[in-house]
C-alpha cells in the first residue's frame, strides 16, 4: 500500500484545497454497474464515484 497523509492532520485552509486523485480496482460487475448508473444520471463515471464516495463519507 501506499503513503498517505493522516487525516485530520492537514493544516491547509479549506479554501486552498484541492481535490485528490486515488485509483481503484473494482470488480467487473461492480464497474459495469457503475457505467450503467451513470450513464442514466447523465454523470461520467469518475463524478459519480466521486459523488458516493463523498455522500458515503458524510453519512458515516
Not at 501506499?2 to 492532520?9: D, M, P, V, Y
Not at 467487473?28 to 442514466?40: A, E, G
Request: glycine share 4%; hydrophobic share 30%; aromatic share 6%.
Amino acid at each position: 500500500m501506499g503513503t498517505h497523509e493522516s487525516q485530520g492532520s492537514d493544516q491547509t485552509p479549506v479554501a486552498f484545497r484541492k481535490p485528490q486523485r486515488i485509483s481503484v480496482t473494482i470488480p467487473h460487475t461492480v464497474y459495469r454497474y457503475l457505467l450503467t448508473k451513470s450513464d442514466c444520471e447523465g454523470r461520467s463515471l469518475s463524478n459519480l464515484a466521486s459523488h458516493l464516495l463523498e455522500r458515503f463519507s458524510k453519512e458515516a
